[in-house]
């Protein structure tokens, strides 16, 4: 064997290294359990990531949801809960964080992300009314249905093939949308619900310029524009890298001038936002927020705690202020490249540009001989559990769930799985493990049957149901 010269990660793509901004204090020790007792787990979860218990999983890349590691900071900020049914200190720490960093007015706290979708759309939507977005996201698609709305994908094309390059892949594309409301009218039109950075595209970034025309085209309708902040954060990282005159903007920065072009945001803040759970609803309009802070007593507490505790706001107040840092911003999708960039050198195909927290495998190439109703991205997260312990997402068919009207399964385009990575919690080892792992199950793919559905619930079906090996 001949002994090659062993080199940094910085060196061998040419450049000095940089590494976290941030040292370890505590520990959480990992478990790996035979091949055997995996096998046995993933049967008994019926093929499905979402049904393993998380003792029996080596390294969790299931979501970023919720998965973070908090900061010394935060920590000593959750000892300072102010347990107040009304009126917690908590609170006004964390409006004054919304309104310094996304700029809103009025902020209501939520349990999570779809409490804060639950109450916007019920209140923004009427019955029959559209709601164009840039691709949709599960519980968004979900709560814009409930509230009798109908969802519309007006994302560009280019976001539906996982090779294409183009750098901005969350785009509105303008010519879609300005055909809906001349099909539809304005006044059909709930809103356009956009997100930065898109999840189901694989974490792809909206442009600012996009936004600018986007803005416009709404104004001159009278047509209201709502984020979905939940990866805001980075988006304004590729805004940052890639849009001219960005350059010497900070995060922080982009992030605002990002959120002066919409009338509202809701947030899952389990994802940028830096804390276990936790979310938040933020408008500028006054009655539209009157009308919110009514509801929220109904659904999720009163209008200054939404279902969360005094010290999971303090938490996620200074998780607001950590998340904008540039070098919080920098690692964090630094690492996710990491493992990109590994896995497009080996060959394994993977939706590009890689996006901001996660590297989604394209299972349709990766395998081939699976049709889409064989489950192709389900039997990869399922493949690469019993390989290496390594828990990952499908988004793929079962994901889509079904066509409301006909009754038949969404065939999404994008048939993928998402190696999800969580903030501050894994290394670079732990990518290379990782990296090594995927390759394994790719070198053994031709000879990989796919799987069929045995149990399948009515809503977000991808949670719960039940598969078995062809
Ligand atoms: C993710 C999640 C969590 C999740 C949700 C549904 C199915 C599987 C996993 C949640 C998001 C999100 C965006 C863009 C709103 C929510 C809901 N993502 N918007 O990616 O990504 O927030 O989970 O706090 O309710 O694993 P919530």
């Known amino acids: 064997m001949t002994h090659l010269k062993p080199e940094t990660m910085g060196q061998q793509f040419g450049r000095r290294s940089w590494a976290e901004p941030w040292k370890i204090k505590m520990v959480e020790p990992l478990r790996m359990i035979s091949r055997e007792e995996r096998e046995r787990a993933l049967v008994e979860a019926g093929y499905n990531t979402f049904l393993l218990r998380s003792d029996d999983v080596y390294i969790d890349l299931l979501t970023d949801s919720g998965t973070s590691a908090m900061s010394d900071r935060q920590w000593a900020g959750m000892m300072l809960g102010d347990e107040a049914y009304a009126g917690s200190r908590n609170f006004y720490h964390l409006e004054g964080a919304v309104q310094r960093h996304y700029g809103f007015r009025h902020v209501l706290p939520t349990h999570q992300g779809r409490g804060a979708e639950h109450l916007i759309s019920q209140v923004a ?14 519980t968004t698609r979900l709560h814009q249905e409930l509230a009798g709305g109908q969802f519309v994908d007006v994302i560009i094309d280019e976001a539906h093939d996982p090779q294409d390059l183009h750098p901005f892949k969350g785009d509105v594309d303008l010519a ?3 055909a809906l409301i001349e ?8 809103y356009v619900s956009l997100a930065g950075t898109v999840n189901m595209a694989g974490g792809q970034p909206v442009s600012m310029a996009n936004l600018r025309a986007l803005r ?3 104004i001159s309708h ?117 493992l990109g960039e590994l896995l ?28 889409q109703d064989e489950f192709p991205a389900q039997t990869l997260a399922a493949e690469l559990y019993l390989d290496s312990g390594i828990r990952s997402m499908e988004r793929g068919i ?48 031709e000879s990989t049957r796919g799987l069929r559905m045995t149990y399948e619930p009515k809503y977000l079906r991808f949670f719960q149901a039940r598969f078995e090996r062809l």
């Not at 939507?125 to 599960?138: A, C, E």
């Not at 990575?421 to 990518?431: D, K, L, S």
């Open 183 to 190: 099909r539809v009218g304005a006044g059909q039109i709930a």
């Open 222 to 338: 009278g047509i209201r524009l709502f984020l979905d902040a939940t990866r805001l954060v980075e988006n304004a990282f590729f805004i940052q890298e890639q849009e001219a005159g960005f350059a010497e903007r900070s995060i922080a920065e982009i992030v605002l001038e990002f959120c002066s072009y919409a009338d509202g945001a809701w947030m899952s803040a389990k994802k940028d936002n830096l804390v276990n759970i936790g979310g938040w609803l933020a408008v500028n309009d006054d009655e539209l927020f009157e009308e919110l802070r009514n509801l929220i007593v109904v659904y999720e507490g009163l209008h200054t705690y939404g279902g969360l505790a005094g010290r999971d706001m303090e938490a996620l107040a200074i998780g607001i202020e950590e998340s904008m840092q540039d070098d919080h911003v920098r690692s964090r999708i630094g690492q996710v490249r990491y």
């Open 216 to 218: 416009e085209l709404c």
């Open 176 to 178: 879609k949308l300005g």
């Open 344 to 371: 497009t050198d080996w060959g394994i195909p993977i939706v590009q540009p890689v996006g901001g927290h996660a590297i989604f495998l394209d299972a349709r190439r990766f395998y081939a001989h699976l049709v």
């Open 125 to 138: 939507i009427k019955p029959g009314q559209f709601v164009p977005g840039n691709m949709y996201f599960t």
């Open 398 to 445: 079962a994901s889509a769930g079904r066509d409301a009207k006909t009754g038949d399964h969404n065939r999404p385009k994008l048939e993928l799985t998402r190696l999800t990575i969580p903030r501050r919690v894994y290394t670079q080892a732990h990518m290379d493990v990782v990296a090594e792992s995927v390759k394994a199950v790719h070198d053994e793919r």
